[in-house]
């Protein structure tokens, strides 16, 4: 296969448009409020419900942290629960895509791998419609497979970069699949709110939406990617030739110096960076969208709802605001990197993410104009960073066909950081008994990341 085929690059970029509607409904604006929701009319008519057909849910304030369901047979408080099966998925990710993508490098079916963790998420998002609160145990089972089809798909997708493409052109094709990635969940968004906010309809056939919109899509990637441009001669005992693939390629990526200190400040950096995407929301609703029981006591059940769908509506505000300036950050800093250089660029990009932190901390409750305009510089930068990131990683690999495999320890790098920042997140709320000092000690992830930004050589030096 020619790199630089337009047809084909087309085609890996229509895959970002497919596969991010999961990542902003599902894992950034749908399904957490509806998570949220509806696990705390569960509790509240579990514990304060005496059978009344008058009783309603919102009349009574509860707090989060209150809020617990029974996950087979075990109480928990959901949004423990809700954290715990998302930090599951993602150790099961990186356990299985270091050992897949060396069995799809050494096989050469690399595209069947992304296929079937393709098909796995979108069956999983449409098992969300079934979704039921008292029943935590078989409806977490969908979220936790999603999650899993999600990101071991994107190890194969992203592998495909470097050979689809001159390193030349690594930073403006990664740049323009996060930005169709963008506007392709912000279309089906809008679609899921005229269809609940504007036309009544149940909001869990966006879950359906999710998983149809992502599988005929992708079809256009499917059409036009090889399986693979390796050149391996197959033999028996697939699965053990996949595993010694990979510690050769282990023992290869050793001896990289660039390669190793750039995936340790993104080690760090995008710890911070996707601990912020995956608990902004939550952060949102209980800090700045959230009603003051102290007005919500005065209020009747309809002003109730009314407030409630305002603060919703907000919220769903700031997300699209992100998804538009996601996009435009991931043009505008991909020029960037064009005139100064990669690691200068995501030294600014990097650094830009701290006087974000400090300004999401200082928001009161009900400021969301202030919000709003947090929103849009998460956006510029969130954007630029993943793409920046992405791209960076592909023009420093070296001369090898083992794409899938590297790129694996791109993915087990991001997710053991997300595991690590979810967990780090939490304790010290719990610690400080407060959210916004979660939101502030998420510093500490992107100094450590800019420090080591500084230790990564400007060429490739072999150890």
């Known amino acids: ?11 890996w970029v229509s895959y970002d448009w497919a596969n991010s509607v999961y990542n902003l409904v599902i894992s950034s604006a ?23 057909p008058d009783f309603d849910p919102s009349m009574i304030s509860v707090r989060t942290e209150d809020v617990t369901s029974f996950f087979f047979g075990i109480e928990i408080t959901s949004s423990v629960l809700y954290t715990y099966v998302l930090a ?14 060396g069995i799809a490098d050494y096989s050469g079916n ?15 998002c449409v098992g969300l419609y079934f979704f039921d609160p008292n029943n935590m145990g078989l409806s977490m089972i969908p979220f936790f497979l999603a999650s899993i089809g999600f990101w071991s798909s994107l190890v194969f997708y992203n592998s495909f ?4 493409s001159e390193p030349k052109d690594h930073d403006r094709i990664s740049a323009k699949g996060f ?20 036309l009544e309809y149940d909001i869990k056939y966006c879950f359906v939406f999710v998983g149809i919109w992502w599988v005929l899509f992708s079809q256009i990637a499917y059409r036009v990617l090889p399986n693979s441009t390796n050149n391996y001669k197959k033999e028996k005992g697939i699965i053990w030739k996949g595993f010694n693939e990979l510690i050769i390629v282990f023992k290869a990526f050793k001896k990289t110096k660039r390669l ?35 007005i919500r006591s005065t209020l009747t059940p309809a002003e109730i709802a009314s407030k409630e769908g305002e603060g919703t509506a907000g919220l769903i505000i700031a997300i699209l605001l992100i998804q538009i300036l996601g996009a435009l950050g991931a043009f505008l800093i991909s020029r960037l990197s064009e005139k100064i250089g990669n690691m200068k660029t995501l030294t600014l990009v990097v650094g830009f993410w701290i006087p974000l932190c400090v300004f999401a901390y200082f928001i009161g409750q009900g400021e969301h104009g202030q919000f709003y305009a947090l929103a849009c510089g998460v956006g510029i930068v969130m954007g630029g960073v993943q793409s920046l990131s992405r791209s960076t990683y592909a023009k420093f690999l070296p001369e090898t066909n083992d794409y899938a495999s590297y790129f694996s320890f791109f993915d087990v790098t991001e997710k053991i950081g997300i595991v690590l920042g979810t967990f780090f997140f939490g304790f010290m709320e ?26 990564v050589p400007k060429n490739e030096v072999e150890q």
Request: glycine letters at 6%; a positive charge; hydrophobic letters at 50%.
């Open 260 to 294: 190793k200190r750039f995936i340790t400040s993104f080690f760090f950096f995008n710890t911070g960076v996707q601990t912020v995407m995956l608990t902004a929301t939550l952060y949102a609703s209980r800090e700045i969208f959230k009603i003051p029981e102290e």
């Open 1 to 11: 296969m020619i790199k630089g085929d337009k047809k084909v690059i087309r085609g």
């Open 88 to 101: 599951a998925s993602f150790l099961v990710v990186s356990f299985l895509s270091p050992l897949l993508s």
């Open 430 to 455: 719990y610690a400080m008994d407060d959210i916004r000092g979660s939101i502030l000690s998420i510093i500490f992830f992107f100094v450590i990341g800019l420090l080591m930004i500084f230790r």
């Open 30 to 52: 749908i399904f957490p409020i509806f998570f949220e929701k509806t696990t705390t009319n569960a509790y509240v008519n579990r514990m304060y419900n005496d059978g009344s």
């Open 161 to 164: 970069l470097p050979e689809i």
């Open 179 to 198: 930005s169709m990635g963008y506007f392709g969940g912000m279309v089906l968004l809008v679609f899921c709110l005229i269809w609940n906010m504007v």
């Open 110 to 124: 690399k595209k069947a791998f992304m296929k079937f963790f393709c098909y796995l998420g979108a069956t999983s």
